[in-house]
């Protein structure tokens, strides 16, 4: 009992620091990325539709994690850079896919030099998720705690509390020349 009671208690801490963490950022005007659903090529009434990347909305990266401003977390996913996708050039696999989703997202009229994520799934902020979770946000002992990368052991992750004001604190007041 007394496990839940302090997983509830850190869950109830990661609501109150993404409620926060949005205040500031929306209040100091953070730079918002483009938050996208990748649709693949299908067909639809005999018309067979190209692959797009369609916006869903706006989040702040902060690091491993993105958030909206109706303060739902997502861990991120793929990010690309929306540009002209230009020709085929065959020079690797992953330089064509890369060149396939900016070609998505120019069909989703995402403007040029914005970017994109996609495929970044929302973390669920109960309790039970985040002690079972694999993902970068999970609850040990009572405390939420940050994974920088999968590969990252439970014993190296960070308190979430201070990754988030450090990440906000960089979107707020960003390093001066960045």
Do not use: C
Not at 25 to 32: C, S
Not at 88 to 110: D, M, V, W
Not at 126 to 140: E, N
């Amino acid at each position: 009992m007394e496990q839940t009671s302090g997983d509830d208690a850190a869950v109830t801490l990661i609501r109150s620091t993404l409620a926060e963490a949005v205040r500031r950022l929306d209040a100091a005007g953070a730079r918002d990325e483009a938050l996208a659903e990748f649709v693949p090529r299908h067909r639809k009434l005999l018309v067979t539709r190209e692959p797009v990347l369609r916006p869903v909305g706006r989040v702040w990266r902060l690091g491993v994690l993105l958030l909206d401003r109706q303060g739902v977390l997502r861990a991120t996913g793929a990010i690309i850079r929306a540009t002209a996708p230009g020709r085929p050039a065959y020079q690797s696999q992953s330089a064509e896919t890369r060149r396939a989703y900016r070609a998505a997202a120019q069909r989703g009229h995402i403007p040029d030099g914005e970017t994109v994520n996609y495929d970044a799934a929302i973390i669920d902020l109960d309790a039970a998720s985040l002690r079972a979770s694999t993902g970068p946000l999970f609850v040990r002992d009572g405390r939420a705690l940050v994974r920088w990368n999968a590969t990252t052991p439970d014993a190296d992750a960070v308190a979430f509390e201070a990754y988030v004001a450090e990440r906000v604190g960089l979107l707020t007041d960003p390093p001066q020349g960045a």
